[in-house]
């Protein structure tokens, strides 16, 4: 079958390889119907991941088709259209009992923070992803949930990233009624962090990135106030400024590490960049929000980052949460919020690019470049 796999830092191709087979009675094995390129994946594109290793296959966000199940699954069958969270979740330990699947203890032997994550890298277990013909899904009796009927494929697939993951982010952010939301990043996570933020009371929403016509979008979309970060001085203080100088209830970092570090630094015994100016939107999310607010941070970073201001956080009395998404926690809500049509999720698709034409599309989403916000590709 074709599927993405990684060779070194900008460099991933369409390879032909083996295709998976079920190895554990509670495996299926879905045949990709549409897969995205999340700014997750960036992060492994740019080399800033340890141990992403030569020949893994890429892509965590995909739904598809069951096309075979393992003897133990009960609540999937062949012919099934399913969604398929980007976690993958036990669903019986400490964590996912608590719904919190994204720390899901028992799908991650190598680390102890994060879960299982599908063409992660060996820092999320090593599994192979779904940017691929067909991918193995383990515990598809946990993560795995039935497109509904007459639901899009297209918003379909947004639903096993980035339409909870921004959920999660404003939900993180405990927005009260009339509460000013600052989304630092205009990509997708970014975007529908706005969206969601309106859906939970927001009275104002305010959306910082340096990419023009990302922020044209989401000023429409969202919608919300945009900020080209480009043309302020000191943001901190913008952000005081048209906030009556109380500063913004509620920040949101979408942004995470970014690939523009020089420095290096090994982190587990593996070489790695380490993110310089990486903290900035964290930075200027704790600098600016107002004492006693709350800071929620969904973009991915390394293991470490310098500079992120935390006297200035126990000094003002913040509440700082953050995690990976635990999709399939929100999923039935969501569900509803996409049939109501109140989040249109794939107007936020720009592009559809043939599976075998994956480079290009990993080039253009990295490089910002021809009005790019969301490309799938289409196996
Ligand atoms: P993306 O790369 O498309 O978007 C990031 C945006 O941030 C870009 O538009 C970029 O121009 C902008 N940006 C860069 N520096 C900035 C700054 N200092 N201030 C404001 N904006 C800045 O990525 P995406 O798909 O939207 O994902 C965003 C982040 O969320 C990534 O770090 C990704 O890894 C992470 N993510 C986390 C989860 C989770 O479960 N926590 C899930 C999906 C994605
Ligand atoms: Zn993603």
Redesign the pocket.
């Known amino acids: 079958m074709l599927a993405t796999t990684y060779r070194r830092p900008y460099k991933v191709r369409a390879e032909h390889v083996a295709e998976p087979k079920i190895e554990h009675p509670n495996d299926a094995i879905v045949k990709v119907s549409r897969t995205c390129i999340?700014?997750?994946d960036?992060?492994l594109y740019h080399g800033l991941v340890p141990d992403t290793r030569v020949g893994t296959i890429f892509g965590h966000e995909f739904c598809g088709i069951v096309t075979e199940v393992g003897s133990s699954v009960q609540n999937l069958q062949v012919g099934d259209h399913v969604i398929v969270p980007?976690n993958i979740a036990c669903g019986s330990c400490y964590f996912c009992q608590r719904e919190l699947y994204?720390n899901c203890h028992n799908t991650n032997p190598e680390a102890t923070a994060v879960g299982g994550i599908f063409g992660y890298s060996h820092t999320t277990g090593g599994y192979h992803g779904g940017q691929a013909e067909y991918v193995r899904v383990p515990f598809a009796d946990i993560g795995p949930t039935k497109i509904p009927e007459g639901m899009h494929i297209e918003d379909a697939v947004l639903l096993t990233?980035?339409v909870p993951?921004g959920y999660?982010a404003a939900e993180m952010g405990d927005i009260k009624e009339g509460d000013t939301v600052v989304v630092?990043?205009?990509?997708?996570?970014?975007i529908l962090a706005a969206r969601s933020a309106w859906l939970m009371g927001a009275g104002r929403v305010i959306v910082?990135?340096?990419?023009e016509y990302?922020l044209d979008f989401v000023a429409k979309w969202a919608p919300a106030e945009v900020i080209n970060?480009k043309e302020i001085d000191d943001m901190v203080l913008h952000l005081k400024k048209i906030t009556d100088w109380l500063g913004p209830d509620v920040c949101i970092d979408?942004?995470?590490?970014?690939a523009d570090g020089s420095l290096w630094q090994s982190i587990t015994g593996v070489r790695m960049k380490l993110q310089a100016g990486a903290a900035?939107?964290a930075m200027?999310a704790i600098n600016s929000v107002r004492k006693g607010g709350n800071i929620s941070i969904?973009?991915?970073y390394g293991p470490t980052v310098n500079a992120i201001p935390l006297g200035n956080a126990v000094n003002k009395g913040l509440t700082i949460r953050a995690?990976?998404?635990s999709v399939k926690r929100h999923l039935p809500r969501l569900i509803e919020h996409v049939m109501a049509g109140r989040i249109k999720p794939r107007e936020i698709i720009t592009h559809r690019v043939p599976l075998e034409d994956v480079e290009d599309a990993y080039n253009m989403?990295s490089g910002?470049k021809e009005g790019c916000i969301k490309p799938i590709l289409i196996p």
Request: aromatic content about 12%; proline content about 2%.
């Open positions: 999340c700014g997750s960036l992060h980007f994204g990233d980035v993951t999660q630092f990043g205009a990509g997708p996570v970014g910082v990135d340096h990419v990302r970060f979408a942004v995470g590490g970014e900035t939107a200027w969904v973009g991915v995690n990976q998404a989403f910002k």
